[in-house]
């Protein structure tokens, strides 16, 4: 039999900084407020943003990215969407943005997932400074690619009356459904910092915001169109096809300054049995003793860098577990396994000391792209000569890293790159965030 997936959209932009996060939330609490079971998804490897639509719908955000997935993957996380009315999707970026070599299945676009899947696009325009004109962008996305679904347009940032009169013209014209405009408001947008976003676990008052952005959204935008416009496609085969999980007891970091674990991950561990044992580095809480891995995760170590320095109960037992059993990192996480990291004023903090990584924030170097990894050495949950896809972000340098390397690491086009995470005894890192095994 075949199953078929709930309706849905997906909320895309001509770019980043339009809005779509603001109308995301917004309209995924509006549904929920209106007695809908919503499903929030997030197209590309974007860790913090599902955590802001779980806030929003109520209900667990997952990614799904055409470059770093194959068709089982991706099927098996579509069908947790299973019970749900309603659907909404978050892009990245602009709607066609992606790598230039495609991946697993292409090339990592938010109009490749909405394609795949049947997910009508509503695309976010910010028409400020324009008018009419904002009609020929909109009708540029709807033609570029004709056999993706198009359910229409809402106008952000909209300055007066006139002004919506004027560009409404032009999407008349371009025959194209607006179905909503929101007026320009300043405190409509979200903090950020450098990585984008800041996590939802540090909003001051998110519940508040988000009530606020559904209020917004509920005046301006409308929903039953919006409703009547969802749509989707069959859904494939999915069995089995989560992630396994690395061991049987996980103790998983979980805290402002580790936050960024791809949520398919933990619901592939979970799903398999295994027991994932969330603590506190910061807080000073050591890793259960009776886990069998320990995982660290990425997040924003830099900025808690002399508290975790301090945590003597959490660094004690992360060495404790390292002497018989294994320890991983990511990115943020892999930081800390190692000798030290040096923040952004230039001061030095002793970590974990487990590897000998010595990272630094003083000197900013830009680091964001999908990585494909061969591993020369095994890993909690691979062995040696597994392929990975992962996705790595983040702004910190290598000053020092005398270990084994762990893997040759590619980012999307094939070159080879120096940050080639580090093995030494039970401990590995990475800086890229495991998001599957690759295929080949």
Not at 246 to 274: C, K, M, N, V
Request: a negative charge.
């Amino acid at each position: 039999m075949v199953m078929t997936n709930p309706p849905g959209l997906l909320i895309s932009a001509p770019s980043s900084g339009t809005g779509k996060t603001t109308v995301m939330l917004g309209l995924l609490r509006a549904l929920a407020e209106d007695g809908l079971n919503v499903q929030p998804f997030k197209s590309g490897p974007d860790y913090i943003d599902p955590a802001f639509h779980r806030a929003a719908a109520g209900r667990a955000s997952f990614n799904l990215d055409s470059w770093a997935m194959g068709d089982p993957l991706l099927n098996a996380i579509s069908a947790q969407a299973d019970g749900a009315d309603i659907v909404v999707a978050e892009g990245s970026m602009g709607l066609f943005d992606g790598v230039a070599k495609p991946g697993e299945l292409g090339h990592g676009s938010s109009a490749e997932t909405a394609q795949r899947i049947g997910w009508p696009v509503v695309l976010v325009l910010d028409v400020g400074g324009q008018a009419q004109s904002a009609a020929a962008t909109a009708l540029g996305f709807k033609m570029y690619n004709p056999d993706l679904p198009f359910a229409g347009v809402i106008l952000n940032r909209c300055a007066s009356p006139r002004h919506e009169r004027l560009t409404r013209l032009g999407m008349e014209r371009a025959g194209l459904p607006v179905l909503g405009v929101l007026p320009r408001r300043g405190d409509l947008t979200l903090p950020e910092r450098h990585l984008g976003l800041i996590q939802a676990v540090e909003h001051p008052d998110l519940e508040s915001a988000i009530v606020g952005y559904a209020a917004f959204l509920r005046e301006h935008v409308d929903l039953e169109a919006i409703k009547r416009a969802a749509s989707s496609g069959p859904l494939g085969p999915s069995s089995a096809a989560l992630p396994r999980p690395p061991a049987q007891r996980i103790a998983l970091a979980r805290d402002a300054a580790f936050s960024f674990t791809y949520p398919h991950l933990l619901e592939g561990w979970r799903s398999a049995g295994a027991e994932v044992l969330p603590f506190s580095p910061l807080a000073d809480e050591a890793p259960a003793p009776n886990a069998d891995v320990v995982w660290l995760p990425g997040g924003y170590p830099e900025l808690h860098a002399g508290k975790l320095a301090a945590a003597n109960s959490f660094l004690t037992g992360l060495r404790t577990h390292a002497e018989t059993k294994p320890v991983h990192g990511e990115c943020g996480g892999y930081m800390v396994l190692g000798e030290s990291l040096i923040d952004k004023e230039g001061a030095r903090h002793r970590m974990a000391g487990l590897l000998g990584l010595v990272t630094s924030h003083a000197k900013r170097k830009f680091n964001l792209g999908y990585r494909r990894a061969e591993l020369l050495e095994a890993m909690p949950g691979f062995a040696a000569g597994a392929a990975l896809r992962g996705h790595e972000f983040h702004y910190s340098s290598i000053v020092e890293q005398p270990d084994a390397p762990l893997a040759l690491v590619y980012d999307a086009e094939g070159a080879e790159g120096p940050q080639t995470g580090s093995v030494r005894g039970n401990v590995s890192g990475t800086f890229f965030h495991l998001i599957a095994e690759a295929s080949e």
